[in-house]
């Protein structure tokens, strides 16, 4: 089912906050914003770095936002200014806007939701918008900072206009425009910003984008740590460099089949999908016929037959020209193995076996192996956190978002919630005074939060 994203009264327990947000855009617009657009961000359960290979992932927003107090302007003019005073101000024209790939600049993602929503509706009359911007998603710790802030200035731009798009619609076009930055990420973080529902996870199908309640075990509880290590994806070429070898994995494993045209092939769910075959055949096609031993890129050239220009062309992105080495094998399996293990979960939620908590942090665990040894995406601090998380009575821990940095995510019985927390905290932050500072903000427990709308004082 398809509908819009929602206009609802700020509630209660907001009150405070909201009327703070428009003191503040009082104060620096000289005048009364028109309404507030919300984004929250997420938290992935399991199914990392799979979506923009056509798999399925399971994630839940949390209750962490941005925020914006919003009035149109009618000039076509673009202010922006950040409540946290060390981000800068913008002002620009929404007919003029460009989005630059270097410095990946917090405005730049606000851009981009405008540019994605203006690109859909081509009107020669567009407005712009004034906004006040607040975020409470701690950035680059893996729980979608950056994509709620795309997705919250779709909604401004939107609204702003007087013009309506579904969810599903505001995800693709969000996903897409997002990657204006120059990361090539999949559609998770924008799809579950937007479709979320208080109390559930979701399970998210790409091509076409479909989104399934999923009900977790009534004992369950999820609690989030900040490595600390802060990781910004669109500052380094990591994540790209990740797009890329599931990408050349993908053709090589087309190049040699005799009935598929390796230049038709860009992600390894497509090729799943051409061969018709299950994600065990998908693991023992890479086992025979993908080597351990990284790939050269000469040797890639030659496996497919072009030249290291043409394979920019057909494989590469801007950032990733100079990648010379390509682990294939292990990102492949990586890919094949997760995708598995998305769909087991989701069997177990909707089971709910008497072992129904032992059985998900099983695959939560296998989940961080795998993001550790395969796809190389953690950290070591990630690996102490989940070890931690374990010793205080996790029964599964695992790494979230991109990795390289940020968060884990721990599934725990409620009962056990207080004292992880305090285990947690106490062997992990405490010995290190700048880490204890931020403790509080840094660990939490979570549940499924509500998904991105907009918010009027009634
Ligand atoms: C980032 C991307 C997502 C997804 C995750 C890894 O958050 O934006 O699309 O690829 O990394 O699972």
Redesign the pocket.
């Known amino acids: 089912m398809t509908a819009e994203p929602p206009v609802l009264a700020v509630p209660e327990a907001k009150k405070e906050r909201y009327q703070s947000l428009r003191a503040k855009f009082r104060e620096h617009f000289h005048d009364d914003p028109a309404f507030y657009a919300r984004a929250p961000g997420r938290v992935?359960l399991i199914?990392?770095?799979?979506?923009?290979c056509g798999y399925s992932?399971l994630p839940m927003a949390i209750e962490q936002d941005i925020v914006m107090a919003v009035l149109p302007d009618n000039s076509g003019a673009i202010s922006l200014v950040n409540s946290d005073h060390q981000y800068d101000e913008f002002v620009g024209d929404v007919k003029t806007i460009q989005i630059t790939k270097d410095e990946p600049h917090w405005y730049k993602y606000v851009l981009c939701g405008i540019q994605g929503v203006k690109e859909q509706f081509c009107s020669s009359e567009t407005k712009g918008f004034k906004a006040l911007v607040e975020g409470t998603i701690p950035r680059s710790a893996?729980l979608?900072s950056s994509?709620a802030l795309v997705c919250c200035a779709a909604l401004a731009m939107l609204k702003a206009n007087g013009w309506t798009m579904t969810k599903e619609l505001l995800s693709e076009v969000c996903?897409k425009c997002?990657r204006y930055i120059g990361?090539e990420?999949?559609?998770?973080?924008q799809a579950i910003s937007f479709t979320a529902k208080a109390g559930k996870a979701k399970l998210i199908d790409f091509n076409p984008l479909r989104t399934t309640d999923v009900q977790l075990p009534l004992n369950a509880a999820f609690v989030v740590c900040n490595s600390l290590a802060e990781m910004n994806?669109a500052a380094t070429p990591h994540?790209n460099i990740r797009v890329v070898e599931c990408r050349i994995a993908a053709q090589i494993l087309a190049q040699s089949q005799d009935d598929i045209k390796w230049r038709e092939i860009k992600r390894l769910g497509e090729l799943q999908l051409r061969l018709g075959v299950s994600l065990d055949e998908m693991l023992e096609l890479v086992s025979s016929k993908l080597h351990i031993e990284p790939y050269s890129k000469e040797e890639v050239c030659k496996i497919l037959d072009v030249s290291p220009e043409e394979l920019a062309e057909t494989s590469l992105s801007a950032n990733t020209r100079n990648v010379e080495n390509f682990y294939l094998h292990q990102r492949a399996s990586h890919v094949y193995g997760e995708a598995k293990r998305v769909l087991q979960f989701k069997v177990i939620c909707d089971d709910q076996p008497a072992d129904a908590l032992e059985k998900l942090g099983e695959l939560m665990n296998a989940s961080h192996a795998s993001c550790r040894d395969l796809y190389e995406c953690s950290h070591p601090d990630l690996d102490i956190l989940v070890e931690t998380c374990r010793k205080h009575g996790a029964v599964g821990s695992r790494m979230t978002?991109?990795?390289w940095g940020g968060c884990t995510v721990s599934l725990v019985r409620t009962e056990s919630t207080v004292p992880l927390l305090a285990g947690v905290r106490d062997d992990y932050y405490k010995p290190n005074p700048a880490k204890m500072a931020k403790a509080k903000e840094a660990l939490f427990a979570t549940i499924p939060a509500g998904g991105a709308a907009y918010y009027v004082f009634e």
């Open positions: 992935n199914g990392e770095h799979i979506d923009y992932v893996g979608s994509s996903a997002e990361t990420g999949g559609g998770m973080d994806k994540f978002g991109a990795g």
